[in-house]
């Protein structure tokens, strides 16, 4: 098994434009896009990758990210506090930036990621548990390794995210494959080592 597993704290940067082949792709990106482009550019750099690799990828329950939506609604209120359609659509609406359906959809950061290095082989985003994305990765097309991997956005914006490069027969008798647990606690205890 080849893995990467970064976490960035609340403000951190995340390196993205050392590995964006496009760097117009950025303005489409949430924190957990660009971790992922991180890691699996980084995971690029230690281990040779086929684009046709079959991938898939768990993203975490969903705690907070802010795209603006306070100040849209802020925007949509009479002056009695009241909720207006017709504030919401003359104010409320204009401030709804056209990006946004990019950063709030759960399959942009494999897609963003696939995107960026030619990703074209079998894929799926998964929700949350390990269990779910080892089975996945276990009944993938062929017979080679797998792409897998897992990401979160918490609550306070801080960010984690991996990817791993696997062999079947690595998960076939993983303790993970029962789990419920969110998959990025599965790739966390991979990084420290601990048995997969």
Known sequence: MKIVFDTYGNGEDIPVLGYLINRKMMKYLNRESMAAIVALGKLHEITAIDTDIPCYYATG????????????MAASRDADGHFSPRLFIDKGIAAVSPLNQFKVLQNMPLSFASINFGLTG???????????????????PGDGPVLIGAGKAYRDSSVACGFA?????ELAGSPWLDSGDEAVEMFRQWARGLEP
Do not use: P, T
């Not at 390990?130 to 996945?136: E, K, N, R």
């Not at 490069?165 to 027969?169: A, C, D, L, M, P």
């Open 122 to 140: 079998d894929n799926a985003v998964l929700y949350s548990s390990a269990g779910s994305l080892l089975l996945q990765a276990l009944c993938a």
């Open 165 to 169: 490069q696997v062999e079947r027969k």
């Open 61 to 72: 329950m969903l705690e907070y990210e802010d795209y603006g939506l306070d100040d849209i």
